[in-house]
DNA sequence: ACCTGAACACCGTTCAAGT
DNA sequence: ACCTGAACACCGTTCAAGT
């Protein structure tokens, strides 16, 4: 039944926020659902199997306004924070992402929604699938480091100057930075990837000949 | 003794190779050091303290080449696919480093050439910082995704077509970009999102202001 | 300083059996 | 169709004891 398999991935999150990934277990998980832990084995073939159904139910609310005629850059903009909010939502979400390789529908959608929105501008195929996998590569590692950060250093943050200091002055770029790397910074930091990205993409844009056959493409289909 | 902690790391990346990063257990590789499972607690307080270090290790090749003069483009695109080169040299290894947070030497030194090489371009620290973390961001993204594709796709090829065609037509731009999704196409796809981001950089660069603190800094310094 | 033996409190998964 | 009991072959980690 749809509607068990659902029941266990959601429990399986709100385990996960409660015990992080490491602490995820099928028999905590049957026990949360007041079962026994060989039930989960009809409804799952494995661990592995209900891992990827929860990183798919990661992006279950990814990528669902519609896109309309927005330029572009509006769409990558909104598309990049929506995923790191919903990696974001859940412990370890972004450890659980990128453990995993699914053809779900959520992701499916999201990365429709990036590769769509720059076809429509006018890129091809091949340059549109590049330059949205290059958004999503950003916000994926983005997010696993921001979780990562909050693991290790949200739980002892006086430890980062001296692990620094430890090493005497032979990284002077990085303690130049590291006073700009601030926890109320976060959302800038991530910003300022993502435009520096979306710039990029503003020079590489359509070329001549890329404008031509999308204005063609545009003119036979009748609109 | 430091000798004995490196033998560990470097036969737990071994073990890695082998097993992949979930069959990689203390008790497994105690057997491979001749050594009981307890014996690897007198040296790692734990497994998480050794996966840190095999992260860390991960890293011992790249960023050793003299940045010397070299223009921050050069030294941005070498050590991105230096990034790259390690993190795909052992089984799980995206996943590996993804799962830790070590301010360790080789990570550091890393991150100070491409922040140091950003910097003496005339860059901010803070614009810099951000700049070389987009980089690094998309390089680990990058990795991940491509591993998880090798151990899914590699091993069943035949099933990609037949599980994005059970959609049917609903993610045309997906099907349109696929086909230049190929194996033999890694490379340039890694290079092209590279490229998107130095791109990116180009426009961003260096403000009027930020040029002249940098003369101002080169001069005061006597060079 | 470095390693072992024995034990504790767990794991994921299989499978015959129940309803 | 869906769940349980019992078992198998493992885990990471602790700790007293050895050398």
Redesign the pocket.
Known sequence: ?AL?RTAIVVAALDLLDQTGLE????????EAL?????????????????LDAMANALLEDVARTPVDGAEHQVVLRRSAAELRRALQARRDGAKVYAGTFVMGENVLRLAETIIGALMRSGMSARTSMRAGFTLLYYVLGFVIEEQAWQRQVGADPANLAAQLAQWGGRFPAIEAALSHFSDADQDDRFNHGVDLILNGLGQHGPSERERMEALFRALKSGR
């Open positions: 039944m068990e602490g995820l277990t099928m028999r905590k998980l049957a007041n079962v026994q832990a060989p039930s989960l084995y009809w409804h799952f073939p494995g661990k592995p199997a209900l």
